[in-house]
């Protein structure tokens, strides 16, 4: 057990003590964040005439050799070392002797860890991004294939009005779109740096902080050194953005599920992103679906975990906050994961179009246009909702469609039926006529396509 702090110690902690306390075996991850924060601290500590120059490049190329040797494999994280600040300093110490020793200076480990969450949640951020922009892409060509895919639209999971698939996958283009911006806001506002805030209250030393948070390309120092140790509302606003994308990405799955049972036939998962059964032999079940819905839970509960940890603790750092970690990387480790497959599941899925087109056409998802279709000759559109339901109940005890009515069982209801009923709703034409912005008819459609193209060109 190797301690930064033993000189006022009297005692040897116990070893339990010790392991409990530890967070080297997690917070190992942040081990680029720490040793990059930490040459920017060296470099100011020179500029600032408190090291030398001499000592700085010490430090500097002490900091790289155990960078490489991480990343090399030819340096494990031991588990003497309490957590990823003391293992780094420790083993720079090893290096370069008591020179070593002055990297510390005008620092805690209090604003250091700080800093390193900040710039681990930083680099996750922007990786999140990508993959999100690799679903919006993959979302963006499905929609572009299938502007003429019919399907049913459904509210309470009863069939309402013809939609399309690309109408349908362009609800989810807006949810992940929101939530790229949701992650991107959250990147924007913690990008102030703690560094130089000390334990809680600043230092005597004449730091620059000015030039480590720009190093460290921060957009400026935080102003306020107590809260600069005791905020994590990023990690609360990370983990509540990365909740959203997971019920996105839930809601998304259900669908799916839904749509891949025996009973829709809307789409054929890929045998690639599905499972068989230990038991059951026809069975090809949609595991992975099922999996990134179940994983949500997880998500979830790494959000309320640091909301409560954070709830009760007053100013300024406090031992709690260790506790943000493990949930925040197995969140972000989670997410990462869940919008990989559920993509790879969404590019490789084969959709039945006859059998959306079919459901569609099923169901009276053409009521309201047939309703439509006396309010634009002449009937109230009250009074035009009952004589539709009157020929939906005619219909029912037939076992037939609108579609399938003659004019006369038409006429029969209302006189004002035409010939060109049938047109009026066809499934073509109560999906083409859609055409205010955001509707699923072809013009609209085509206006939105265009418009998502644009922003992923330039985003
Ligand atoms: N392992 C600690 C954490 O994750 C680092 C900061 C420790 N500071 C302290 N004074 N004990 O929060």
Not at 155 to 164: D, E, F, G, M, S
Request: proline share 3%; aromatic share 8%; glycine share 8%.
């Amino acid at each position: 057990m190797a301690q930064l702090w033993g000189g006022r110690f009297t005692k040897e902690t116990d070893q339990l003590v010790y392991n409990f306390n530890a967070s080297l075996s997690f917070d190992n991850k942040l081990y680029k964040q720490d040793i990059t924060g930490s040459m920017a601290h060296a470099s100011m500590l020179a500029k600032q005439g408190i090291i030398t120059e001499e000592e700085k490049e010490t430090i500097l190329a002490g900091l790289k050799g155990i960078l490489t040797d991480i990343e090399s494999g030819a340096l494990a994280f031991s588990p003497e070392y309490e957590d990823i600040h003391s293992f780094v300093e420790a083993n720079l110490i090893d290096r370069c002797g008591d020179v070593g020793k002055k990297l510390h200076t005008g620092r805690s480990r209090n604003d250091q860890v700080a800093l390193d969450m900040k710039m681990y949640v930083r680099d996750e951020i922007g990786e999140i991004d990508i993959l999100l922009k690799e679903l919006l892409e993959s979302i963006y060509r499905i929609m572009d294939e299938n502007v003429h895919t019919y399907m049913p639209g459904f509210t309470h999971l009863q069939k309402a009005q013809p939609v399309t698939l690309a109408h349908h996958f362009g609800a989810y283009f807006e949810m992940f779109k929101r939530d790229r911006s949701r992650m991107a806001d959250t990147g924007k506002r913690l990008n102030l740096c703690p560094l130089g805030s000390g334990a809680l209250a600043g230092t005597t030393y004449p730091l620059d902080r000015e030039f480590t948070a720009e190093a460290l390309g921060f957009d400026g120092p935080t102003l306020n050194s107590m809260d600069s140790v005791a905020d994590r509302d990023y990690l609360i606003e990370l983990l509540s953005g990365l909740s959203t994308i997971m019920m996105h990405l839930s809601r998304f799955c259900e669908e799916i599920i839904l749509w891949n049972s025996n009973e829709y036939r809307f789409v054929e998962i890929d045998d690639g992103y599905s499972t068989g059964s230990s038991i059951m032999p026809q069975k090809k079940n949609p595991d992975i679906a099922e999996l990134v819905r179940g994983k949500t839970g997880r998500v979830y509960g790494a959000l309320m975990s640091i909301l409560t940890t954070m709830k009760g603790i007053p100013l300024a750092y406090n031992k709690d906050m260790q506790e943000d970690k493990e949930f925040t990387f197995d969140a972000i480790d989670t997410v990462k994961g869940c919008i990989a497959l559920f993509n790879g599941m969404i590019a490789t899925m084969s959709f039945n179009r006859e059998n959306m087109e079919k459901s569609a056409k099923n169901g009276f998802t053409n009521a309201t246009d047939a309703a439509d279709y006396l309010v634009n000759n002449g009937v109230p559109f009250r009074d035009a909702h009952g004589i539709v339901g009157r020929l939906v109940l005619a219909c029912i005890e037939k076992n037939i469609s609108l579609d399938e009515m003659s004019l006369e069982e038409y006429q029969e209801i209302s006189p004002v039926f035409k010939e060109d009923i049938y047109e009026a709703i066809s499934m073509k034409n109560c999906v083409e006529k859609r055409n205010t912005i955001g509707a699923p008819g072809e013009a609209a459609m085509k206006q939105v396509l265009a418009l998502h193209k644009k922003y992923l060109e330039e985003n």
